[in-house]
């Protein structure tokens, strides 16, 4: 399993890959006493304006992308016979999608999104509506999909019987 959020968050963490070029492009502000990216700054400033937001993800998203590529290696050295990409932001990136040999998209609808986000995170219904708008509105993300799981009005205990159902599917 290679979550590329995870890989994200490691170069912002203190001595991140991308710290020292956040530091040159947003300013040391940016950056907590101990040197990991301030995220709730961060946050409050990309989802606000795109172009920082394109600057940000011009410095993370190339580390993840050769983050993901070494995973891959140390994966394939060790004989995994499958591969699982936990990409967020797949359908807005042209990259990754055409590498993948088939696609699985958890859905939900936007009211469900919003509410479990809020629960999460404790960001107001606002914000979390401008995060979403950054992203793939959910027909496109729908579209890009082989295998849909309609992850609303189940438990996470039935998520999980759905997910092994699947995994037998690929032969976990
Ligand atoms: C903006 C940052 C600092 C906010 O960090 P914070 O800890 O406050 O929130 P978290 O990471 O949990 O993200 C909050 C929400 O925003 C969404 N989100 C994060 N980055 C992006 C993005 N580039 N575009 C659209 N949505 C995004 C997440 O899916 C989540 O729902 C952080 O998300 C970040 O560094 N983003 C850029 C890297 C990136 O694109 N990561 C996404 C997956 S690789
Ligand atoms: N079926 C469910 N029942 C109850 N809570 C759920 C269910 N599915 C997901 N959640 C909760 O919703 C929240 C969002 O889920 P999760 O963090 O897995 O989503 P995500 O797609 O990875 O989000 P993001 O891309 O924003 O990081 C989590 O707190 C998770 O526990």
């Not at 995170?121 to 309609?150: C, H, K, N, W, Y």
């Amino acid at each position: 399993m290679i979550d590329a959020d995870a890989l994200a968050r490691a170069t912002t963490a203190p001595d991140g890959a991308a710290i020292a070029q956040i530091r040159t492009t947003f300013g040391p502000s940016m950056l907590t006493p101990e040197g990991a990216l301030d995220r709730e700054r961060m946050r409050q400033l990309v989802f606000a304006d795109s172009s920082a937001r394109a600057r940000l993800e011009a410095i993370v998203h190339p580390l993840v992308g050769q983050a993901i590529g070494q995973a891959t290696q140390t994966a394939n050295t060790a004989g995994a016979t499958l591969i699982v990409y936990d990409i967020p932001l797949l359908v807005e990136s042209a990259h990754w999608r055409h590498d993948l040999p088939r696609v699985l998209v958890v859905d939900c609808s936007p009211q469900t999104q919003i509410q479990r986000v809020m629960t999460r995170s404790g960001l107001s219904e606002v914000e979390v509506t401008r995060i979403m708008a950054a992203q793939a509105p959910r027909a496109p993300r729908l579209r890009a999909a082989d295998i849909v799981v309609f992850n609303d009005g189940i438990s996470l205990a039935e998520l999980a019987q759905q997910v092994q159902q699947i995994g037998q599917q690929f032969g976990l």
